[in-house]
């Protein structure tokens, strides 16, 4: 009998209470799944590929998949998705992220597309690699051309933006830089504002490492 490959599933339930997969991460590294209450229909399931994705390289502090789309979240606003899998500190796990607001965007709407890539924690920076590390505002540049997708992202500290006229002058708190596939559409290039919050229910902790 053919066995299903391993894969990170979340799970909501349907109109009538069964289990209906949400989100299906593709992943030959894991074989977990989470079951929520959240009201989910089958045509809004998401779906990513990470079967190429080095989620646990040695020496990396995290890794980051952005999967880009109008992704529709339960009392949230639609938009991009984050998951990060935390592999250094005391809070390894799997865990995901949504838009807390609309995106402020300059430049050529890059429309759907997935890029991954490690995340540099900056442990100097006074604050604590966790969960809520990559809860708040972030910012950064990203390109597309064809199936070519790239992407910068970076915090601060202070959990603020650095504007032009606004400099932000407290320490980085983290920066990465994540390629993938995009969309086949035309050259196109935007920075973007971001503001997102942890999806407290599926989250996927490890345990502690020591």
Known sequence: M???????????????GRATPMVTVETDQYDIKVYTDAKVKPRDAISIDATNIDLEPDGVDAVMVSAGGDFAFGG???????????NEGN???IFFYRPSQPNANIGLNLGAGIVAGPIDFNESSGKTLDRNT?????QGLSAGAGLAAWASTKAYSNNEWSTPGKENSSPLLYT?????????GKVGVQYSFTQSA???????PFNKKK
């Open 2 to 16: 053919y066995a299903a490959p391993p894969d990170i599933t979340i799970y909501g339930k349907d109109e009538k």
């Open 76 to 86: 949230g606003t639609g938009g991009n998705m984050q998951m990060v899998v935390i």
């Open 91 to 93: 809070d390894p796990g």
């Open 134 to 138: 990559f809860a708040g505002k972030s």
């Open 176 to 184: 990465g830089d994540l390629v993938g596939l995009g969309t086949g």
């Open 198 to 204: 942890i999806i407290g229910e599926w989250s996927i």
